[in-house]
């Protein structure tokens, strides 16, 4: 079984940055293809970023620009920086690797966003 661990997450002002890290298990990371979602009171849980086995990216349209995923195969993370943060990307964010058809998600990691 696929085990994830978030960190980073904290309260920042509007225009800064934050990372957030997601360590996972599993001899096989190279393969999974990992995302990071987040959910906001009352709203429903929506991918932010993906980024496949191969390192091909896709973002939802209110954080390109802004965010950037990445992967470290050699240190089993994930990592998802923010920059230029709004009030609306305040959520609980969740890392999330899918594999042989079968999704994994972390904790969750609390971000907010406010003056």
């Known amino acids: 079984q696929v085990q994830l661990v978030e960190s980073g997450g904290g309260l920042v002002q509007p225009g800064g940055s934050l990372r957030l890290s997601c360590a996972a298990s599993?001899?096989?990371?190279?393969?999974?293809?990992m995302g990071w979602y987040r959910q906001a009171p009352e709203n429903k849980r929506e991918l932010v970023a993906a980024?496949?086995?191969?390192?091909?990216?896709n973002y939802a349209d209110s954080v390109k620009g802004r965010f950037t995923i990445s992967r470290d195969n050699t240190k089993n993370t994930v990592y998802l920086q923010m920059n230029s943060l709004k009030p609306e990307d305040t959520a609980v964010y969740y890392c999330?690797?899918?594999?042989?058809?079968?999704?994994?998600w972390g904790q969750g990691t609390q971000v907010t966003v406010s003056s």
């Open positions: 999330n690797a899918n594999f042989k058809a079968a999704d994994y």
């Open positions: 599993g001899s096989l990371f190279r393969f999974y293809a």
């Open positions: 980024i496949t086995s191969g390192g091909v990216t």
